[in-house]
C-alpha cells in the first residue's frame, strides 16, 4: 500500500496486546501509526511497580500458563526461562520483543486517550492528553488493547466493616499486612495468589469463597497443566473433559479433604483457578478457606454458615466489569454483558474501523492469541482479507455457541477455549490473499 494512501491508525495501549498489534500493522507494510500509552513503560500490568492507581502484577506473581504456551509464536522465549516465569522475566520478554520488532519508536509515553467518538464521516476523533498538554487528533482506524482490568468489582453486603478495605487491583506485596488477620474473598487465581502471599506474614489468613472452584495444579503428571491439555485437544470433547477430570481427581483428592465445596458447575464450564500453591497452604493451615459473606458486625465477619470472626482487613479478590472510559456508555457498554456482541471477539457488527485485540479470556495465555487476532485486524486494514459480510449472524453464533457450556454471567463474557479460539482465528487469517 503506497504511503500517502495509508490510514491513520491510532492504537490504545502498550501491553503485549498492543506491542503485538503493533507488530503487525508493521509486517503488513502499514507505517502510519501511533500507540498511545498512559503509563512510562511497555508491557501493561506485567510492568510492576508500587504505585497506587496503575493495575501491576503482584510482587509475587508468576505465569500460571506455561512458557511453552505463552511465548510468541515468532519470538520464543530464552532457553534459561524456566516453565512459568517470574514477571520481571515476563517484562524483559516483552522488552526484547519490543526492541526486536522496532515498535518502539511509535509508542507515545504518558499520554492517554481521555475520549474517543466518531466523526460523521466515520473516522475517529481522540481527545488526548500528554506531556505536552491535551489535544485532539484523529485517526481513521482505531485498535482497543487495554484490557479488561481498570474497573474493580467490589460487592455489597449489609452492615459497615471498620477496618481495612482495598481491591486487588491496588494489592502490591504482603509486607503491609504482617501480624494482621487477613480475608481475602474471591476463588480465582488473584485472590488464591494473595491469599497465599499473605499467609507467609499474616497472622491469620482465610479466603471466602461464594461456591466450589475449580483450583487446578500447575503442574500434573510431571508437566504443567496447559501442555497437558493441549495432548488432550484432538480427543472428542466429552472423553477431553471426563479425563482431565478423573487425572484431577487422581492428583486432588476430594474437595471436601480441603474444607472446600464441590465446584458449582463442571469441570471447562467455568474459570479454573490455577494454583498449586493455594492446595498446599490450606492443608498446612495457613489458609483457612470460609464460605461466602452474609454481613458485617462490626470488625466481624458473619459466614453463610453462621460462622464469625474478626479481621483487620479484607481484601475484595472479585474481578472486573468490562469497561472503557473513554466510550461513551451509549457507544460501548459491556459492563453487565454475559457475553461480548463481537465476532471472533475483536469486531463490531456495524464499526469497520474499530478493533478490540486481546478482549477475552482463554484457558491459557491471552497474548500469544492476541498475536492472530492482530494479524487479521492488520490484514483487513491493509486490504488483504476482507471483512465478512454476515458478521451480525457471525457475531450470534459466536454468542450463542460457545466453546463449553461457559456459565452465563459477566465473568465468563470473553470465555473461550484456548485450542478452538487458535483454530477459528487462523482459519479467518486463510482466506486473506496475498499482498
Not at 500460571?64 to 517470574?86: A, G, R, T
Not at 492428583?251 to 463442571?266: A, C, D, F, H, K
Not at 465476532?343 to 474499530?354: F, S, T
Request: net charge positive; proline share 7%; aromatic share 10%.
Amino acid at each position: 500500500m503506497a504511503e500517502a494512501a495509508q490510514p491513520r491508525i491510532g492504537v490504545i495501549g502498550a501491553g503485549p496486546s498492543g506491542l503485538t498489534t503493533l507488530k503487525n500493522l508493521r509486517q503488513a507494510g502499514l507505517a502510519n501509526l501511533v500507540c498511545y500509552e498512559a503509563s512510562g513503560t511497555i508491557g501493561g500490568n506485567w510492568a510492576y511497580t508500587e504505585e497506587e492507581g496503575h493495575s501491576s502484577v503482584y510482587a509475587c506473581t508468576f505465569l500460571i500458563s506455561s512458557k511453552k504456551l505463552s511465548q510468541f509464536e515468532d519470538y520464543p522465549m530464552p532457553d534459561c526461562y524456566p516453565d512459568f516465569c517470574s514477571h520481571a522475566q515476563v517484562l524483559a520478554y516483552f522488552e526484547s520483543y519490543a526492541r526486536h520488532f522496532e515498535v518502539l519508536p511509535f509508542i507515545r509515553f504518558h499520554t492517554s486517550v481521555r475520549r474517543a467518538e466518531r466523526d460523521p464521516d466515520g473516522g475517529w476523533r481522540l481527545q488526548i492528553a500528554g506531556p505536552d498538554g491535551e489535544s485532539e487528533q484523529r485517526c481513521d482506524v482505531l485498535l482497543v488493547c487495554t484490557g479488561h482490568h481498570s474497573d474493580p468489582v467490589i460487592p455489597r453486603y449489609p452492615g459497615v466493616f471498620p477496618g481495612t478495605t482495598l481491591h486487588s487491583h491496588s494489592f502490591k506485596t504482603a509486607l503491609p499486612f504482617r501480624g494482621q488477620r487477613v480475608l481475602v474473598v474471591g476463588a480465582g487465581n488473584s485472590a488464591c495468589d494473595v491469599a497465599v502471599d499473605i499467609s507467609r506474614v499474616a497472622a491469620r489468613t482465610a479466603i471466602s469463597m461464594r461456591h466450589g472452584q475449580h483450583i487446578i495444579p500447575k503442574i500434573v503428571f510431571g508437566m504443567p497443566v496447559d501442555v497437558a491439555y493441549r495432548r488432550l485437544r484432538h480427543l472428542p470433547k466429552p472423553i477431553r473433559r471426563f479425563v482431565l477430570d478423573k487425572g484431577l481427581r487422581l492428583v486432588i483428592g476430594r474437595w471436601e479433604r480441603y474444607g472446600l465445596q464441590p465446584p458449582s458447575r463442571p469441570l471447562m464450564e467455568m474459570h479454573p483457578t490455577l494454583s498449586s500453591d493455594v492446595l498446599a497452604q490450606i492443608r498446612h493451615g495457613r489458609v483457612i478457606p470460609r464460605r461466602g459473606i452474609e454481613r458485617f458486625e462490626g470488625s466481624a465477619v458473619v459466614f453463610v454458615d453462621g460462622r464469625r470472626e474478626e479481621f483487620d482487613t479484607v481484601i475484595w479478590a472479585t474481578g472486573y466489569r468490562t469497561v472503557f472510559p473513554f466510550f461513551d456508555p451509549s457507544f460501548v457498554d459491556w459492563s453487565e454483558a454475559r457475553r461480548l456482541p463481537l465476532y471472533l471477539k475483536m469486531m463490531m457488527a456495524d464499526v469497520p474501523n474499530l478493533y478490540f485485540i486481546g478482549l477475552f479470556q482463554p484457558i491459557g495465555c491471552i497474548w500469544t492469541l492476541a498475536d492472530y487476532q492482530a494479524r487479521i485486524a492488520a490484514a483487513q486494514i491493509a486490504g488483504r482479507l476482507a471483512r465478512p459480510t454476515d458478521i451480525r449472524a457471525r457475531i450470534e453464533r459466536e454468542m450463542t455457541h460457545t466453546h463449553w457450556r461457559f456459565e452465563d454471567h459477566p465473568r465468563h463474557q470473553g470465555e473461550v477455549d484456548y485450542h478452538d479460539f487458535r483454530r477459528s482465528l487462523i482459519a479467518e487469517l486463510r482466506t486473506a490473499r496475498a499482498a
